[in-house]
């Protein structure tokens, strides 16, 4: 597998990360993970063509994570790709039906299936020989993470999480480890937040679980602007729990899994 980060950024806008986005690379078939404002021209910017896209994974739908959706599945239309699959939890349906509502004159120009999965469900999109594992996280919304597992190798990406069972059991599943972890951080060391995770609150979940080691790199993703500056510190505090090291993702960054 192949990951390549899109967006590593939230609702507020910073320099160089745009909102959440990334694609993890399947049997060279680009399966792209939450799809937020920004991420429609990182998509261009990435080795990736837009047109490329057919299978959306949405995490929850909080407009960091779904607001170029629309854009793409249009900039697809545009192009005469109009096939699309978004996988998504509960009410992606008829966020997706109430966006076409508005937005009718792609109506009947654009064929946009939704598949609604769930904490402890599995699914495997066309074209693709993996295993997708769905997980709640804790959030204020609903909100999903995924455990992906191709040719041998796993990768979980938490979604919108304060660190929890559900998402670090993605992790332990079948007591062999992930290869790769890209877990959300959203502010720095000791900065009082729920449904979100901070360094110290991910550190502090991984000591009480005894967690050392089950993940092999970590990767954090979904910095909000409080965190610029605090990169290092973070990683630091992280490094420990991760064999393969922890990093802070950036907007186009290419890893092999
Ligand atoms: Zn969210
Ligand atoms: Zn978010």
């Known amino acids: 597998m192949k990951i390549t980060f ?7 806008p910073q320099p160089n990360r745009v909102q959440s986005g990334m694609i993890i690379e399947v049997d060279s078939k680009p399966i792209l993970f939450d799809c937020g404002g920004g991420v429609l021209n990182r998509i261009f910017e990435s080795n990736y063509d837009h047109t490329d896209i057919d299978t959306i994974v949405l995490s929850h739908l909080h407009l960091d994570h779904v607001a170029d959706v629309l854009c793409l599945i249009k900039a697809n239309w545009l192009c005469d790709k109009t096939d699309v699959t978004i996988y998504g939890p509960k009410g992606t349906q008829q966020w997706i039906s109430g966006l076409l509502e508005i937005y ?8 946009i299936s939704v598949t609604e999965v769930a904490a402890g469900e ?33 990768v979980v990406y938490s979604g919108d999480t304060e660190p929890c069972d559900p998402i670090m059991n993605l992790c332990d599943d079948d007591g062999a480890g992930v290869d790769v972890l890209v877990h959300e951080c959203s502010f720095p060391i000791g900065f009082e937040v729920t449904n979100h995770t901070t360094p110290d609150m991910l550190a502090g979940y991984m000591d009480e679980h005894g ?4 993940v092999d790199r970590l990767y954090l993703t979904h910095l909000y ?30 890893i092999e899994v």
């Open 122 to 154: 599995m699914f495997t999109p066309d074209g693709v020989s993996c295993k997708i594992t769905c997980a709640s996280g804790v959030h204020s919304v609903p909100s999903l993470g995924y455990r992906i597992e191709s040719g041998g190798a796993t």
């Open 225 to 254: 602007p409080h965190m610029q500056r605090h990169e290092g510190e973070s990683v630091e505090l992280l490094q420990q729990y991760f064999k393969g090291g922890a990093r802070v993702a950036s907007d186009l960054l290419e």
């Open 104 to 111: 009718d004159y792609m109506q009947g120009k654009v064929d």
């Open 6 to 12: 899109l967006g590593t950024g939230v609702a507020i």
């Open 211 to 214: 967690l050392k080691n089950t």
